[in-house]
């Protein structure tokens, strides 16, 4: 599965930092506001989504999306928690 971050306002990638009508900036801000169906807060700004419809990464792989497709999170110091 795809992993894509959503960029923030104002960062190259991002869209713009006030109100605009560009069609690329629209679609980035219309993604940001959708509602995650994991966990149904919005997915927001610099958030990692995965999938369709999109969700956070963190919730796909909490809830096991995709049959495997997405790795468990790991710690990088064995015996503690994430």
């Known amino acids: 599965m ?3 971050t959503i960029a923030t306002p104002g ?5 713009c930092r006030g109100s605009c009508g560009h069609s690329a900036c ?5 993604l940001a506001s959708e509602r995650c169906p994991q966990c149904h807060l919005m ?6 989504v ?3 419809p999109p969700m ?9 999306v995709a049959d ?6 790991t710690s ?4 503690r928690p994430i």
């Open 2 to 4: 795809e992993i894509l």
């Open 11 to 15: 960062e190259p990638a991002g869209p």
């Open 26 to 30: 629209l679609s980035i801000r219309r």
């Open 43 to 48: 997915l927001g700004f610099g958030a990692k």
């Open 50 to 52: 995965t999938g369709t």
């Open 56 to 64: 956070h990464l963190r919730c796909a792989r909490t809830s096991g």
């Open 68 to 73: 495997g497709d997405i790795p468990p999170q």
């Open 76 to 79: 990088p110091r064995p015996n």
